[in-house]
């Protein structure tokens, strides 16, 4: 589906919780082919077998100021709660979306769903879950006062929301969307709660002295928002849980002390693992193992900011960055080189998770590789021909952007062209994303669903101002996005990203620089069982096991 421009802070806001810390933790299938031990070894729905844990503890970059994803939408928040809330689906490590407090969903029109509600269910405070509550939730978290994180989630194509049956809700839609089912997951929009403990809670819901009430497989004991959450193992859940007994996340920012807390034993494990670091989190038989996040990282050209009008101007500036120079140096060997815009990994949802054969798709889109001699050329033809003044910036917290930024400067300079590389505030970042005062930005986006195109709803609904982080207008490209929800055929959608992401980068409205992964430590004789891109969506704690 189409993007508006009231979700693009949250499409592009839901990674940073979890990414601030994840900017140089990106590692990949460009690796170095020499024996280094220093590697993170690579993962992908492999299992490990062992023994349950008893108790684990785990450290996290990112710290949450509420458990309420309503109130606050961050990746750090969507991993937390994916232990003890649930929404009417949810997704497997492999993206699959898979039963959960819905046992099954029908559609005839892909406009009016209808989810069959699984019995039985209890609520981490010993009430039974209701149709009622599921109704409650999905429209609190529709509602832009009560769930200002998660609402802007919720697109304006949902018509109504009703139960239809003691045990049955129905939600209607204005217009069909085969993907529809994933909306309604606690990956995407969905965290399912008690009515009655919310209207209770109210202000206070998700906070240390109103511990959040879910259905999940774990029940929150203790939070506090300086430092650490809490859970044990919940003995009525209704469904399978064979992971620790009690959960322990506490929040370290700051990476040496990270570090320092995983190597002195406080802590069994520690997402959020710098690859540049890799050595010092590797020590005494401990290990790092690296996954995809699926995260984009790319330039975005805005057509209504002179010079980057000039298309000769744009495809000077892609020419002259060198994307595997990015990868092989920058990211140390831990990244790929991007050929589209959404990664092989999240179009695996139209392959049959087969990751490989969506790479094989996305490999001659034309992105345009390094090459300084048509980077000169391309100036040559433009309008700038002479060279010019720009500005680039990167957010807070992404040294590896800022890193290409600069790298990109120096290709340009012996050109005329002068790029001045700023490091501004996440915040700021952020609120000048598609602006239309920037003629080169950075786009950094990590999907937090398994919906195949999420990162192209956005950046190919080529309506115009505000429609997309470009400010792009191409009526056959943003109808052809559009189109995509309303159908069936798998093969057909990912056609259509495909010839639309050709589109765009024959106009050089997007130049893809890289695909990101992410890191996990574990300490001596503790494994990962099942890791893979959407583990973190999934009951993660009970993929560590004592080998």
Excluded at 372 to 377: H, L, S, V
Excluded at 411 to 440: A, F, H, M, R, Y
Excluded at 454 to 459: A, D, G, K, P
Aim: aromatic share 8%.
């Amino acid at each position: 589906m189409a993007t508006t421009q009231r979700n693009v802070f949250r499409k592009v806001i839901a990674p940073v919780a979890l990414a601030l810390s994840l900017a140089l933790a990106v590692a990949g299938c460009g690796a170095s082919s020499n024996n280094n031990a220093n590697q993170p070894s690579e993962t992908g729905a492999k299992t490990t077998t062992g023994t349950a844990v008893k108790d684990l503890k785990i450290a996290s970059a990112s710290a949450v100021s509420t458990l309420s994803v309503n109130q606050e939408a961050g990746s750090a928040n969507y991993q937390l709660a994916a232990l003890y809330q649930e929404g009417l689906t949810g997704v497997d490590a492999t993206g699959k979306v898979v039963p959960a407090l819905a046992e099954k969903w029908s559609s005839t029109d892909n406009k009016t769903w209808v989810f069959d509600i699984r019995q039985g269910v209890k609520l981490h405070d010993g009430s039974s879950l209701t149709t009622d509550d599921i109704v409650d939730s999905i429209n609190t978290a529709r509602d832009a006062k009560l769930s200002p994180g998660l609402s802007v989630y919720w697109p304006d194509y949902v018509d109504k929301v009703e139960k239809t049956g003691e045990w049955q809700i129905t939600i209607t839609l204005k217009t069909p969307q085969t993907e529809f089912p994933t909306q309604v997951s606690n990956v995407a929009g969905l965290f399912v709660t008690s009515k009655k403990f919310r209207e209770e809670a109210g202000s206070d819901y998700g906070s240390a002295s109103k511990l959040i009430v879910g259905t999940g497989p774990y029940q929150v004991t203790e939070f506090d928002p300086s430092s650490h959450v809490t859970f044990k193992k919940f003995k009525d859940y209704w469904g399978e849980n064979d992971g620790p007994d009690t959960v322990r996340v506490d929040f370290i920012t700051e990476d040496s002390t990270r570090l320092l807390a995983f190597q002195e034993g406080k802590v069994d494990a520690s997402f959020n693992v710098p690859v540049t670091s890799v050595s010092q989190w590797s020590k005494d038989g401990a290990k790092v193992t690296a996954y995809s996040d699926r995260s984009y990282y790319g330039l975005t050209f805005d057509q209504g900011v002179k010079p980057f009008d000039d298309i000769h101007v744009r495809k000077a500036f892609s020419y002259a960055l060198d994307k595997a120079g990015v990868v092989k140096g920058i990211l140390k060997g831990y990244g790929e080189v991007a050929t589209g815009i959404d990664s092989p990994e999240q179009l695996a949802g139209w392959t049959d998770n087969d990751k490989d054969k969506a790479a094989e798709k996305v490999k001659n889109l034309g992105a345009l590789d390094y090459d300084i001699d048509k980077a000169k050329e391309e100036l040559k033809q433009s309008s700038q021909a002479s060279g010019f003044k720009t500005t680039l910036t990167y957010p807070t917290g992404y040294p590896a952007v800022g890193k290409a930024s600069l790298a990109l400067a120096e290709s340009l300079k012996p050109l005329g062209v002068t790029v001045d590389v700023k490091e501004i505030p996440l915040e700021q970042w952020l609120s000048e994303v598609g602006n239309g005062k920037q003629g080169v930005a950075w786009m950094i986006y990590n999907p937090t669903t398994p919906q195949p195109n999420e990162v192209t709803s956005w950046l190919l609904a080529a309506g115009g101002a505000g429609a997309n982080p470009a400010n792009w207008t191409d009526a056959d490209v943003a109808a052809q996005t559009d189109k995509i929800g309303t159908l069936t055929d798998t093969d057909e959608k990912l056609q259509i990203v495909l010839d639309t992401t050709k589109t765009a980068l024959e106009q050089d409205i997007y130049s893809p620089v890289y695909w990101g992964k992410a890191a996990v430590a574990t300490k001596k004789g503790l494994g990962l069982k099942n890791i893979d891109t959407f583990w973190l969506g999934t009951n993660w704690a009970a993929d560590f096991v004592e080998q």
